[in-house]
Protein backbone atom coordinates (compact mmCIF):
# COMPACT_ATOMS: atom_id res chain seq x y z
CA UNK A 1 0.00 0.00 0.00
CA UNK A 2 2.89 2.47 0.65
CA UNK A 3 4.96 1.30 -2.17
CA UNK A 4 1.89 1.80 -4.34
CA UNK A 5 1.56 5.49 -2.93
CA UNK A 6 5.09 6.47 -2.85
CA UNK A 7 5.08 5.08 -7.30
CA UNK A 8 1.77 7.72 -7.92
CA UNK A 9 3.35 10.96 -6.01
CA UNK A 10 6.35 10.04 -7.72
CA UNK A 11 4.36 10.21 -11.02
CA UNK A 12 2.68 13.18 -10.17
CA UNK A 13 5.72 15.33 -9.57
CA UNK A 14 7.69 13.92 -12.99
CA UNK A 15 4.21 15.40 -14.87
CA UNK A 16 4.37 18.56 -13.22
CA UNK A 17 7.98 18.80 -13.86
CA UNK A 18 7.07 18.05 -17.92
CA UNK A 19 4.64 20.92 -17.64
CA UNK A 20 6.86 23.37 -16.30
CA UNK A 21 9.84 22.59 -18.95
CA UNK A 22 9.33 25.25 -21.96
CA UNK A 23 7.47 27.51 -19.78
CA UNK A 24 8.05 28.57 -16.16
CA UNK A 25 11.36 27.55 -16.44
CA UNK A 26 12.14 29.91 -19.78
CA UNK A 27 13.46 33.39 -19.44
CA UNK A 28 10.45 35.74 -20.15
CA UNK A 29 9.74 36.51 -24.04
CA UNK A 30 10.66 40.50 -25.87
CA UNK A 31 7.69 42.02 -26.32
CA UNK A 32 8.56 41.55 -30.17
CA UNK A 33 8.58 37.75 -30.04
CA UNK A 34 5.20 37.69 -28.31
CA UNK A 35 3.68 39.77 -31.19
CA UNK A 36 5.73 37.32 -33.24
CA UNK A 37 3.64 34.23 -31.83
CA UNK A 38 0.74 36.29 -31.54
CA UNK A 39 0.49 37.21 -35.51
CA UNK A 40 1.66 33.25 -36.18
CA UNK A 41 -1.61 32.25 -33.78
CA UNK A 42 -3.91 34.39 -35.61
CA UNK A 43 -2.55 32.57 -39.06
CA UNK A 44 -1.60 35.75 -40.46
CA UNK A 45 1.43 37.09 -41.74
CA UNK A 46 3.06 40.29 -40.83
CA UNK A 47 2.41 42.02 -44.31
CA UNK A 48 -1.46 41.59 -43.48
CA UNK A 49 -1.04 43.35 -39.78
CA UNK A 50 0.77 46.36 -41.52
CA UNK A 51 -1.63 46.86 -44.91
CA UNK A 52 -4.60 46.65 -41.92
CA UNK A 53 -3.19 49.96 -40.57
CA UNK A 54 -4.37 51.38 -43.98
CA UNK A 55 -8.26 50.25 -43.32
CA UNK A 56 -9.00 53.94 -42.13
CA UNK A 57 -7.44 55.43 -45.64
CA UNK A 58 -10.88 55.47 -48.23
CA UNK A 59 -11.12 52.54 -50.48
CA UNK A 60 -10.42 55.01 -53.99
CA UNK A 61 -7.35 56.97 -52.33
CA UNK A 62 -5.79 53.73 -50.99
CA UNK A 63 -6.49 51.96 -54.73
CA UNK A 64 -5.22 54.99 -56.34
CA UNK A 65 -1.65 54.68 -54.36
CA UNK A 66 -1.13 51.29 -55.43
CA UNK A 67 -1.82 51.67 -59.24
CA UNK A 68 0.56 51.60 -62.15
CA UNK A 69 -1.89 53.18 -64.50
CA UNK A 70 -5.39 54.07 -65.12
CA UNK A 71 -7.84 53.35 -67.97
CA UNK A 72 -11.66 54.00 -69.28
CA UNK A 73 -13.38 51.09 -69.58
CA UNK A 74 -16.18 51.39 -72.50
CA UNK A 75 -18.86 48.80 -72.14
CA UNK A 76 -20.66 47.20 -74.80
CA UNK A 77 -23.65 49.22 -73.53
CA UNK A 78 -21.58 52.24 -74.21
CA UNK A 79 -21.22 53.49 -70.52
CA UNK A 80 -17.24 54.60 -69.64
CA UNK A 81 -15.96 54.49 -65.94
CA UNK A 82 -12.67 54.71 -64.80
CA UNK A 83 -10.63 52.26 -63.48
CA UNK A 84 -6.84 51.68 -62.20
CA UNK A 85 -4.69 48.71 -63.41
CA UNK A 86 -2.62 47.13 -60.66
CA UNK A 87 1.10 46.06 -60.77
CA UNK A 88 -0.45 42.52 -61.43
CA UNK A 89 -2.36 43.24 -64.23
CA UNK A 90 -5.37 43.10 -62.58
CA UNK A 91 -8.12 45.53 -63.06
CA UNK A 92 -9.83 47.75 -59.85
CA UNK A 93 -12.63 49.65 -60.36
CA UNK A 94 -12.64 53.59 -58.30
CA UNK A 95 -14.82 52.14 -55.64
CA UNK A 96 -12.59 49.19 -55.30
CA UNK A 97 -14.66 46.20 -57.34
CA UNK A 98 -11.49 43.89 -58.10
CA UNK A 99 -12.73 42.37 -61.88
CA UNK A 100 -9.38 39.82 -61.56
CA UNK A 101 -6.16 39.64 -63.67
CA UNK A 102 -6.92 40.02 -67.05
CA UNK A 103 -6.31 39.85 -70.85
CA UNK A 104 -5.58 43.34 -72.82
CA UNK A 105 -6.00 42.12 -76.85
CA UNK A 106 -6.23 45.62 -79.16
CA UNK A 107 -7.38 47.31 -76.19
CA UNK A 108 -9.79 44.62 -75.12
CA UNK A 109 -10.56 43.73 -71.63
CA UNK A 110 -11.09 40.17 -70.83
CA UNK A 111 -11.09 37.88 -67.87
CA UNK A 112 -9.22 35.14 -67.41
CA UNK A 113 -12.48 33.24 -67.76
CA UNK A 114 -13.03 34.38 -71.03
CA UNK A 115 -16.09 37.24 -70.10
CA UNK A 116 -15.90 40.21 -72.39
CA UNK A 117 -15.86 43.52 -70.04
CA UNK A 118 -15.45 46.38 -72.96
CA UNK A 119 -12.29 48.17 -74.45
CA UNK A 120 -10.14 50.49 -72.47
CA UNK A 121 -8.60 53.39 -73.14
CA UNK A 122 -4.80 54.22 -71.60
CA UNK A 123 -5.26 57.31 -69.48
CA UNK A 124 -2.16 58.64 -67.61
CA UNK A 125 -2.47 59.25 -63.76
CA UNK A 126 -2.21 62.70 -62.61
CA UNK A 127 0.94 63.32 -59.79
CA UNK A 128 -1.48 64.92 -57.94
CA UNK A 129 -4.36 62.39 -58.11
CA UNK A 130 -4.00 62.20 -54.19
CA UNK A 131 -3.30 65.74 -53.09
CA UNK A 132 -5.34 67.08 -50.23
CA UNK A 133 -6.29 71.25 -51.25
CA UNK A 134 -7.95 72.90 -49.06
CA UNK A 135 -9.43 76.41 -50.37
CA UNK A 136 -10.28 79.33 -48.04
CA UNK A 137 -12.49 82.09 -49.63
CA UNK A 138 -13.46 85.46 -48.80
CA UNK A 139 -17.06 85.60 -50.04
CA UNK A 140 -20.15 83.27 -50.31
CA UNK A 141 -20.41 81.23 -53.07
CA UNK A 142 -23.32 82.89 -55.17
CA UNK A 143 -20.50 86.21 -55.57
CA UNK A 144 -18.43 86.31 -57.88
CA UNK A 145 -15.81 84.32 -56.03
CA UNK A 146 -17.88 81.67 -56.52
CA UNK A 147 -17.48 81.60 -60.42
CA UNK A 148 -14.19 81.59 -60.18
CA UNK A 149 -14.20 79.14 -57.16
CA UNK A 150 -16.12 76.53 -59.71
CA UNK A 151 -14.26 77.00 -62.62
CA UNK A 152 -10.56 76.78 -60.64
CA UNK A 153 -12.15 73.29 -59.37
CA UNK A 154 -13.46 72.22 -63.19
CA UNK A 155 -9.53 72.51 -63.92
CA UNK A 156 -8.07 71.60 -61.25
CA UNK A 157 -9.84 67.79 -61.73
CA UNK A 158 -10.50 68.01 -65.60
CA UNK A 159 -7.31 69.22 -67.12
CA UNK A 160 -5.27 68.67 -63.77
CA UNK A 161 -6.62 65.33 -62.47
CA UNK A 162 -6.74 66.35 -58.74
CA UNK A 163 -9.71 64.34 -57.00
CA UNK A 164 -12.46 66.43 -56.49
CA UNK A 165 -13.01 64.53 -53.03
CA UNK A 166 -9.31 66.00 -52.46
CA UNK A 167 -10.50 69.64 -52.63
CA UNK A 168 -12.29 71.24 -49.28
CA UNK A 169 -13.37 74.39 -49.02
CA UNK A 170 -14.90 77.21 -47.13
CA UNK A 171 -16.25 80.94 -47.51
CA UNK A 172 -16.25 83.48 -44.83
CA UNK A 173 -18.77 85.48 -45.86
CA UNK A 174 -16.29 88.37 -45.50
CA UNK A 175 -16.00 88.45 -42.11
CA UNK A 176 -11.51 88.32 -41.86
CA UNK A 177 -11.94 86.73 -38.01
CA UNK A 178 -14.29 83.78 -39.44
CA UNK A 179 -11.55 83.45 -42.09
CA UNK A 180 -8.76 82.54 -39.93
CA UNK A 181 -10.83 80.50 -37.84
CA UNK A 182 -12.23 78.34 -40.50
CA UNK A 183 -8.33 78.23 -42.41
CA UNK A 184 -7.34 77.13 -38.90
CA UNK A 185 -9.88 74.08 -39.17
CA UNK A 186 -8.71 73.68 -42.90
CA UNK A 187 -4.90 73.57 -41.90
CA UNK A 188 -5.96 70.78 -39.16
CA UNK A 189 -6.81 68.35 -41.74
CA UNK A 190 -3.26 68.11 -43.06
CA UNK A 191 -3.51 69.57 -46.24
CA UNK A 192 -0.80 69.46 -48.79
CA UNK A 193 -1.37 73.01 -50.80
CA UNK A 194 -3.59 76.11 -49.33
CA UNK A 195 -5.37 78.44 -51.84
CA UNK A 196 -6.60 81.90 -49.82
CA UNK A 197 -8.94 84.83 -50.99
CA UNK A 198 -7.87 87.10 -48.53
CA UNK A 199 -10.99 88.43 -46.74
CA UNK A 200 -8.74 91.03 -44.88
CA UNK A 201 -5.40 91.41 -46.69
CA UNK A 202 -4.29 92.95 -43.50
CA UNK A 203 -4.64 89.21 -42.11
CA UNK A 204 -2.12 87.74 -44.63
CA UNK A 205 0.81 87.86 -42.77
CA UNK A 206 -0.62 85.75 -40.21
CA UNK A 207 -2.50 83.36 -42.66
CA UNK A 208 0.89 82.91 -43.82
CA UNK A 209 2.28 82.24 -40.93
CA UNK A 210 -0.22 79.73 -40.01
CA UNK A 211 0.50 77.52 -42.73
CA UNK A 212 4.24 78.29 -42.60
CA UNK A 213 4.05 76.59 -39.49
CA UNK A 214 2.48 73.77 -40.45
CA UNK A 215 4.59 73.45 -43.93
CA UNK A 216 1.89 74.15 -46.01
CA UNK A 217 1.98 76.08 -49.23
CA UNK A 218 -0.30 79.11 -49.69
CA UNK A 219 -1.75 80.41 -53.10
CA UNK A 220 -2.94 84.02 -52.43
CA UNK A 221 -5.52 84.59 -55.38
CA UNK A 222 -7.57 87.93 -56.09
CA UNK A 223 -6.61 90.19 -53.96
CA UNK A 224 -3.01 90.71 -53.99
CA UNK A 225 -1.00 91.17 -50.89
CA UNK A 226 1.26 94.27 -49.99
CA UNK A 227 5.02 94.65 -51.29
CA UNK A 228 6.52 94.40 -48.26
CA UNK A 229 4.95 91.03 -47.71
CA UNK A 230 5.23 89.52 -50.48
CA UNK A 231 9.34 90.55 -49.93
CA UNK A 232 8.89 88.55 -46.81
CA UNK A 233 8.23 85.56 -48.55
CA UNK A 234 11.11 85.43 -50.52
CA UNK A 235 13.95 86.72 -47.65
CA UNK A 236 12.52 84.45 -45.24
CA UNK A 237 11.84 81.47 -47.63
CA UNK A 238 8.44 80.66 -47.05
CA UNK A 239 6.45 78.85 -49.55
CA UNK A 240 3.79 81.44 -50.36
CA UNK A 241 2.74 83.12 -53.88
CA UNK A 242 0.15 85.54 -55.36
CA UNK A 243 -1.74 85.00 -58.76
CA UNK A 244 -4.59 87.14 -59.83
CA UNK A 245 -4.86 90.67 -60.82
CA UNK A 246 -2.82 93.53 -61.44
CA UNK A 247 -4.58 96.60 -60.09
CA UNK A 248 -1.88 98.83 -61.25
CA UNK A 249 -2.59 97.90 -65.05
CA UNK A 250 -6.52 97.01 -64.24
CA UNK A 251 -6.60 101.01 -63.23
CA UNK A 252 -4.44 102.17 -65.94
CA UNK A 253 -7.18 100.52 -68.39
CA UNK A 254 -9.90 102.10 -66.38
CA UNK A 255 -8.45 105.74 -66.98
CA UNK A 256 -8.10 104.32 -71.16
CA UNK A 257 -11.65 104.31 -71.47
CA UNK A 258 -11.95 107.53 -70.17
CA UNK A 259 -9.66 108.75 -72.52
CA UNK A 260 -10.53 107.13 -75.14
CA UNK A 261 -14.33 108.82 -75.18
CA UNK A 262 -14.84 111.48 -77.51
CA UNK A 263 -14.58 114.50 -75.23
CA UNK A 264 -12.38 112.54 -72.52
CA UNK A 265 -14.47 112.68 -69.93
CA UNK A 266 -14.53 116.51 -69.70
CA UNK A 267 -18.32 116.95 -70.75
CA UNK A 268 -18.59 120.58 -69.64
CA UNK A 269 -15.36 121.43 -71.73
CA UNK A 270 -13.91 123.62 -69.48
CA UNK A 271 -10.28 121.64 -69.52
CA UNK A 272 -10.18 119.61 -66.15
CA UNK A 273 -12.51 116.07 -65.48
CA UNK A 274 -13.83 115.79 -61.69
CA UNK A 275 -14.00 112.87 -60.64
CA UNK A 276 -15.58 110.77 -57.76
CA UNK A 277 -13.54 107.84 -57.07
CA UNK A 278 -15.19 105.06 -54.84
CA UNK A 279 -12.84 102.46 -52.96
CA UNK A 280 -13.89 99.08 -51.52
CA UNK A 281 -11.49 98.76 -48.63
CA UNK A 282 -8.56 101.84 -48.50
CA UNK A 283 -6.21 99.44 -47.03
CA UNK A 284 -6.20 96.97 -50.11
CA UNK A 285 -3.18 97.12 -51.98
CA UNK A 286 -4.90 95.90 -55.12
CA UNK A 287 -7.92 98.41 -54.72
CA UNK A 288 -5.75 101.65 -54.31
CA UNK A 289 -3.32 100.81 -57.20
CA UNK A 290 -6.34 100.74 -58.90
CA UNK A 291 -7.82 103.80 -57.70
CA UNK A 292 -4.41 105.39 -58.29
CA UNK A 293 -3.36 104.53 -61.90
CA UNK A 294 -7.51 105.35 -63.50
CA UNK A 295 -6.09 108.92 -62.69
CA UNK A 296 -2.33 108.58 -63.67
CA UNK A 297 -3.71 107.06 -66.87
CA UNK A 298 -5.84 109.65 -67.21
CA UNK A 299 -3.44 112.20 -66.56
CA UNK A 300 -0.47 110.87 -68.98
CA UNK A 301 -3.73 110.84 -71.96
CA UNK A 302 -3.19 114.84 -71.36
CA UNK A 303 -5.60 115.18 -69.41
CA UNK A 304 -6.09 117.36 -66.45
CA UNK A 305 -8.14 115.84 -63.59
CA UNK A 306 -9.77 117.33 -60.49
CA UNK A 307 -11.13 114.72 -57.24
CA UNK A 308 -14.11 115.90 -55.41
CA UNK A 309 -14.38 112.95 -53.15
CA UNK A 310 -12.93 109.73 -52.15
CA UNK A 311 -15.02 107.63 -50.37
CA UNK A 312 -15.15 104.20 -49.58
CA UNK A 313 -18.67 102.02 -50.24
CA UNK A 314 -16.95 98.20 -48.85
CA UNK A 315 -16.88 96.91 -52.39
CA UNK A 316 -21.13 96.86 -51.64
CA UNK A 317 -23.52 97.94 -54.25
CA UNK A 318 -26.14 99.43 -51.40
CA UNK A 319 -23.51 101.59 -49.74
CA UNK A 320 -21.94 102.43 -53.19
CA UNK A 321 -25.78 104.01 -54.31
CA UNK A 322 -25.60 105.88 -51.08
CA UNK A 323 -22.68 107.77 -51.43
CA UNK A 324 -23.05 108.85 -54.92
CA UNK A 325 -26.57 109.96 -54.41
CA UNK A 326 -25.18 112.16 -51.76
CA UNK A 327 -22.64 113.04 -53.91
CA UNK A 328 -24.70 114.32 -57.16
CA UNK A 329 -26.83 116.39 -54.52
CA UNK A 330 -24.01 117.83 -53.78
CA UNK A 331 -21.57 118.40 -56.54
CA UNK A 332 -24.26 118.73 -59.06
CA UNK A 333 -23.38 118.98 -62.69
CA UNK A 334 -19.65 119.31 -61.97
CA UNK A 335 -19.25 115.30 -61.37
CA UNK A 336 -18.27 114.04 -64.46
CA UNK A 337 -16.84 110.60 -63.97
CA UNK A 338 -16.79 108.26 -61.61
CA UNK A 339 -14.44 105.39 -60.94
CA UNK A 340 -15.29 102.38 -59.02
CA UNK A 341 -13.26 99.78 -57.56
CA UNK A 342 -15.60 97.29 -58.40
CA UNK A 343 -18.61 96.39 -60.37
CA UNK A 344 -21.09 96.07 -57.21
CA UNK A 345 -20.12 99.68 -56.55
CA UNK A 346 -20.37 100.61 -60.29
CA UNK A 347 -23.85 99.05 -60.52
CA UNK A 348 -24.83 100.68 -56.97
CA UNK A 349 -23.48 103.91 -58.90
CA UNK A 350 -25.87 103.82 -62.00
CA UNK A 351 -28.63 103.05 -59.80
CA UNK A 352 -28.23 106.61 -58.33
CA UNK A 353 -27.04 108.26 -61.39
CA UNK A 354 -30.56 107.04 -62.93
CA UNK A 355 -32.36 107.96 -59.76
CA UNK A 356 -30.74 111.50 -59.65
CA UNK A 357 -32.23 112.31 -63.33
CA UNK A 358 -28.86 111.70 -65.40
CA UNK A 359 -27.81 110.00 -67.97
CA UNK A 360 -24.73 108.05 -68.06
CA UNK A 361 -22.68 108.58 -71.09
CA UNK A 362 -24.56 111.58 -71.83
CA UNK A 363 -23.44 113.84 -69.29
CA UNK A 364 -21.89 111.83 -66.26
CA UNK A 365 -19.64 108.56 -67.22
CA UNK A 366 -19.10 105.33 -64.98
CA UNK A 367 -16.19 102.78 -64.89
CA UNK A 368 -16.15 99.43 -62.62
CA UNK A 369 -13.36 97.15 -62.76
CA UNK A 370 -13.94 93.21 -62.13
CA UNK A 371 -15.49 92.28 -65.23
CA UNK A 372 -18.96 90.73 -64.13
CA UNK A 373 -21.87 89.36 -66.29
CA UNK A 374 -24.29 91.53 -65.39
CA UNK A 375 -21.83 94.84 -65.12
CA UNK A 376 -21.40 94.13 -69.14
CA UNK A 377 -25.22 94.15 -69.60
CA UNK A 378 -25.89 97.13 -68.02
CA UNK A 379 -23.26 98.90 -70.44
CA UNK A 380 -25.03 97.19 -73.20
CA UNK A 381 -28.10 99.12 -71.96
CA UNK A 382 -26.05 102.32 -71.40
CA UNK A 383 -25.81 102.28 -67.91
CA UNK A 384 -22.48 102.08 -67.09
CA UNK A 385 -19.14 103.44 -69.56
CA UNK A 386 -16.90 100.61 -69.36
CA UNK A 387 -15.24 97.71 -66.99
CA UNK A 388 -12.13 96.25 -66.68
CA UNK A 389 -12.49 92.56 -67.23
CA UNK A 390 -10.18 90.38 -64.52
CA UNK A 391 -10.03 86.94 -66.53
CA UNK A 392 -11.46 85.04 -63.81
CA UNK A 393 -11.05 81.97 -66.26
CA UNK A 394 -7.48 82.61 -66.43
CA UNK A 395 -7.21 83.59 -62.51
CA UNK A 396 -8.71 79.74 -62.42
CA UNK A 397 -6.21 78.57 -64.57
CA UNK A 398 -2.92 80.41 -62.88
CA UNK A 399 -4.62 79.19 -59.37
CA UNK A 400 -4.09 75.73 -60.31
CA UNK A 401 -0.88 75.74 -61.71
CA UNK A 402 0.79 77.88 -58.85
CA UNK A 403 -0.70 75.00 -56.35
CA UNK A 404 1.01 72.26 -59.08
CA UNK A 405 3.76 73.96 -58.90
CA UNK A 406 3.99 74.34 -55.15
CA UNK A 407 3.25 70.33 -54.83
CA UNK A 408 6.32 69.92 -56.97
CA UNK A 409 8.73 72.04 -55.46
CA UNK A 410 8.73 74.93 -57.62
CA UNK A 411 8.37 77.84 -55.48
CA UNK A 412 11.00 80.89 -56.73
CA UNK A 413 8.85 83.08 -57.66
CA UNK A 414 6.30 84.68 -56.03
CA UNK A 415 3.99 86.80 -57.65
CA UNK A 416 1.85 85.93 -61.35
CA UNK A 417 -0.36 88.52 -62.71
CA UNK A 418 -3.31 87.95 -65.22
CA UNK A 419 -4.21 90.24 -68.11
CA UNK A 420 -6.48 92.49 -68.14
CA UNK A 421 -9.38 93.43 -70.58
CA UNK A 422 -10.81 96.26 -71.48
CA UNK A 423 -14.60 96.18 -71.67
CA UNK A 424 -16.63 98.71 -73.53
CA UNK A 425 -20.11 98.88 -75.42
CA UNK A 426 -18.30 97.66 -78.20
CA UNK A 427 -16.77 94.04 -76.93
CA UNK A 428 -18.88 93.49 -74.10
CA UNK A 429 -21.29 91.03 -75.84
CA UNK A 430 -18.44 89.00 -76.97
CA UNK A 431 -16.91 88.82 -73.15
CA UNK A 432 -20.64 87.89 -72.08
CA UNK A 433 -20.62 85.02 -74.58
CA UNK A 434 -17.04 83.48 -73.36
CA UNK A 435 -18.25 83.79 -69.24
CA UNK A 436 -21.17 82.31 -70.13
CA UNK A 437 -19.19 79.62 -71.85
Avoid at 14 to 34: F, H, I, N, R
Avoid at 155 to 169: D, K, L, S
Avoid at 259 to 277: C, P, Q, R, S
Wanted: with cysteine; hydrophobic share 35%.
Amino acid sequence: MKKTLMIAVLACVLVLAGCGKGKGTQSPKSDESVAAEAVQNKGIDKRETDESETESIPTKERVSRNAVSGANLTREDGSVSFVYIMADDSVVSENGENFGVIRREDNAMVTGDGTYLGSLSPVELSPYRNSKVAVSLAERMDSRVGVMYRSMVSYMVGTQGFAAENIHMNDCGLDPDVQIEQIEVLLGNKPDVIIVAPCDVNNVSEITDMCSKKGVPVVYIMSEPDEAEEIRWKSEKIRACYAGPDGIRSGSDQGAIVATLHNKGDINEDGVVKYIMLQGDPNDPTGCARSEYSVRSLNENGVKTEMLLLQKADWERKKAKKVISDALEKFGDDAEVIFCGNDEMALGAAEAVEQAGRKCGKDIFIVGAVGSVEAMRAILDGKITGTVFDDYKAQAEWAGNRAASMLDGDDTETVFYTNPTKITAGNAAEMIEYCEK
